[in-house]
């Protein structure tokens, strides 16, 4: 009672694959954009000895960190808002125990929330600041 099993000769690997043929990308109509005001700080207004942490890796905060140590610099503060708190304390936990091994001390740590918005539609915003120095 075996039944018979057709099987298809596997794919080698030099055998060509099937090509596909490229189409051409539709062309969008281009609209004009939306310009909304952002709420950003100038950039005078920023100072010296501050990071502040948003959306990129990881280790560009912790090299941007250490960068400032390196330079000769003993105090910094990394400040972060919202969801980046987490990225935040992320960067100083690795900057701390892993490049500077003991050397790096949090002096200080400010939270707060700040309203966010236009008059109709405001938010409450969590904020964070820590304050690092480096033992001489």
Do not use: C, W
Not at 11 to 29: L, S, Y
Not at 123 to 132: D, F, G, M, P, Q
């Amino acid at each position: 009672m075996s039944e018979k099993v057709e099987h298809k000769p596997s794919r080698e690997h030099h055998e060509p694959r099937t090509e596909r043929t490229e189409q051409t990308p539709e062309r969008r109509e281009e609209r004009p954009r939306e310009e909304r005001p952002r709420q950003e700080r100038p950039r005078g207004q920023i100072p010296p000895d501050t990071v502040f942490i948003g959306k990129k890796p990881l280790m560009a905060y912790a090299t941007a960190v250490m960068m400032h140590f390196n330079s000769g610099q003993n105090t910094l503060t990394v400040k972060a808002r919202g969801q980046s708190i987490s990225h935040a304390v992320d960067v100083v936990e690795v900057v701390r125990r892993r490049f500077f091994q003991g050397k790096l001390t949090i002096k200080e740590v400010r939270i707060a929330s700040e309203v966010l918005g236009e008059e109709g539609d405001t938010r409450n915003v969590s904020t964070i600041e820590i304050v690092l120095e480096k033992a001489a």
